[in-house]
């Protein structure tokens, strides 16, 4: 029997009938999820992230697509889509926002776009077992920071921008920030921005982009108003 056209569900009302659709979905697997909206899935399996994410998205009513809103405009939230183990330990850090280097020395965390990304959470996790069964759609979160968390979130990104705004760029490393860190982000290695270098020069760069760390997520997904301690020599 063939699948029927590719559907997208029109944006959620509020709040509570965005909680109500991801807890609709919980406990579907992936292809279920696909034969659902009328997606033709090769061998029965969704397997990439990002197939995975679009999937999330349509099913959930997001609307914000590539641009740069949050993926429910008129709610003010965020999708996140999180691939996890079966003990529900996140397989890796999660991209929040693309970072412009050039401007980190007059950045401010009241402002900032990753400040706004992280205000008001739809958490998604996406069980990805080790063994070949077909990944399943975990337990929705739907997250805001507690006044502590924000505190420490905005503690991170002064540390990183800071080291950014006086020209470290090329010594930042996944260590720095508690749960908040700067990482590359780009297709390839061949890809390359501007910034400043100690002496305010320009200097070109891989783009860098901010994220949270997996032990972070991890700890929120077990309890939304975590503040962990982390071990800054583990890069995750």
Partial sequence: MPAPAPA????????????????????????ELAWGLGFVVKGDRVRTKG????????????????????DFPELGIELKTIPIDER??????????????TEADSAEWSTSWVRAKLAHVLWIPIVTPR???????GTPLLWRPTPEQ???LAADFDELVGAIGIGGVEGLTARAGRWLQVRPK????????LAYGPDGERI???????????LFTGALLRDPSATPQIDRSVSR
């Fill in 8 to 31: 997208r569900r029109s944006p959620p009302r509020d709040a509570d009938d965005l909680r109500a659709r991801a807890e609709g979905i919980a406990g579907r697997t992936l292809a």
């Fill in 51 to 70: 197939k995975a994410g679009e999937l999330v998205e349509r099913a959930l009513g997001a609307s914000g697509g590539s641009a740069a809103v949050h």
């Fill in 88 to 101: 529900g330990v996140p397989r890796e850090s999660t991209y929040v926002c693309t970072l412009v280097l």
């Fill in 131 to 137: 063994d070949d069964t077909e990944p399943r759609i």
């Fill in 150 to 152: 924000e505190s420490q």
């Fill in 186 to 193: 780009a297709r390839d290695g061949r890809a390359r921005t």
């Fill in 204 to 214: 070109a760069t891989v783009p860098r982009g901010f994220y949270l760390r997996a």
